[in-house]
């Protein structure tokens, strides 16, 4: 009798593992989400991390007009000194904390009205895929397109810019 009572303990015990590593596993989880904002000539993109445990980003990638880019810069027709960006791939990896962000491309327009209409212009074409893992190397996508920037851009302006 005692050996069965030891047998139904471990059994017990192995099981109480289990369920406290799926609890872990779901606790831990990544929520991320593609943010953008456009205020006062401060034009940004980011990720951001909502979740309790660490986001790991494997890659980004852009797409525009049925093409596949690594980096942001490849979708603009922009002064790349005009405009601050980042680059995630195979040998770059970057970690967001919970409650934390990444910039993926941030800007602040003091000029003309023209150049921000130029800026959100080309902003508004391009759609983000961001791959990360959780540290359970669970693998996760999101995904936004940056349509958007163009909500208050008319009819004339997206036709001439």
Not at 94 to 102: E, M, S
Request: charged share 25%.
């Amino acid at each position: 009798m005692t050996v069965l009572v030891s047998w139904l303990a471990l059994f017990a015990l192995l099981y109480q593992v289990y369920l406290q590593r799926v609890h872990n596993e779901k606790s831990l989880k990544p929520l991320g989400q593609i943010d953008l904002e456009d205020r006062q000539g401060h034009i940004y993109v980011r990720v951001t991390n909502n979740g309790l445990g660490p986001m790991i980003v494997d890659r980004l990638i852009f797409q525009k007009d049925g093409k596949s880019y690594t980096a942001i810069e490849g979708c603009l027709e922009l002064d790349s000194r005009s405009y601050t960006r980042i680059s995630v791939n195979e040998s770059v990896r970057k970690v967001i904390l919970p409650n934390g962000h990444l910039v993926i491309f941030d800007t602040r327009l003091e000029a003309s009205e023209g150049d921000a209409q130029r800026v959100r212009q080309q902003l508004s074409l391009i759609t983000l895929k961001v791959e990360f893992h959780d540290i359970y190397d669970n693998k996760m996508t999101i995904e936004r397109n940056f349509q958007w920037f163009a909500r208050h851009m008319s009819e004339r302006n997206q036709t001439s810019l």
